[in-house]
Nanobody, 114 residues
Framework: QVQLVESGGGLVQAGGSLRLSCAAS????????MGWYRQAPGKQRELVAT???????NYADSVKGRFTISRDNIKNTVYLQMNSLKPEDTAVYFC????????WGQGTQVTVSS
């Protein structure tokens, strides 16, 4: 079973940037999609961004224009570049392969201070 390890979270001031990384234990070529989700305290987990192997992109309305998902097939790594961060972006961010019933990482905390 593929293992996913996220990194790059932390504390940042509003307006700042972070880049999250998700390293997979095997080739990501065989997965149909890869993505990032987040869960804030007291809220349900929600989609942030997804990228299919065909190159289709999908972003939550709340992050469009600020976040960018990308992948490095050689490094088997998925990235989430987050710019212009807002306090409401504070959450645990999870890496995912193949959607809700696929594979999940353990999550990395992102905290944006005002």
């Amino acid at each position: 079973q593929v293992q996913l390890v996220e990194s790059g979270g932390g504390l940042v001031q509003a307006g700042g940037s972070l880049r999250l990384s998700c390293a997979a234990s095997e080739s990501i070529f065989r997965f149909n999609s890869m993505g990032w989700y987040r869960q804030a305290p007291g809220k349900q987990r929600e989609l942030v961004a997804t990228l299919t192997t065909g190159g289709s992109l999908n972003y939550a309305d709340s992050v469009k224009g600020r976040f960018t998902i990308s992948r490095d097939n050689i490094k088997n790594t998925v990235y989430l570049q987050m710019n212009s961060l807002k306090p409401e972006d504070t959450a645990v961010y999870f890496c995912n392969l193949d959607g809700w019933y696929g594979y999940w990482g353990q999550g990395t905390q992102v905290t944006v201070s005002s």
